[in-house]
């Protein structure tokens, strides 16, 4: 149900201005919207993931105020929670995000979180990896 940092996160919070009325959600992927404000990010989320947000807040009807996020880039290590039981052979492939919160580790089409790990049983629906920099089939 979410990304948590786990490592290489220090020096990584920034503010980021987010779209009119989102609803951030800690630990929730999020994305550029196309007019340069923050959005979460969904399963058809076919571009980087430059942020995952910092903290739960419901932004009011006009775009800009600030939301705290963790920048993903430079390998930044999460935990992240996955849409149905990993297997092994998901360990060293690239996953799609099922939601912004949860991965997809049986779909490779826009190739965002690199799974390095199952944490865990397989029961437990977690993985860890980092959020792909260059997404390869955007």
Do not use: H
């Amino acid at each position: 149900m979410v990304f948590i940092p786990r490592n290489y996160d220090a020096g990584r919070g920034v503010l980021v201005a987010g779209a009119a009325s989102l609803a951030a959600v800690k630990y929730n992927a999020a994305v550029d919207n196309g007019s340069g404000f923050l959005t979460n990010a969904s399963s058809s989320t076919a571009v980087d993931v430059p942020f995952v947000e910092n903290e739960t807040i419901t932004l009011s009807g006009t775009a800009g105020e600030m939301v705290q996020c963790i920048r993903t880039g430079g390998k930044v290590i999460f935990d992240a929670t996955t849409d149905a039981a990993p297997a092994q052979t998901d360990v060293g492939t690239y996953a799609d995000l099922a939601s912004a919160a949860t991965v997809n580790p049986d779909a490779s089409t826009n190739d965002l979180f690199y799974i390095e790990s199952i944490v865990g049983a397989t029961a437990d629906l977690l993985v860890r990896g980092w959020i792909v920099e260059g997404v390869p089939n955007s």
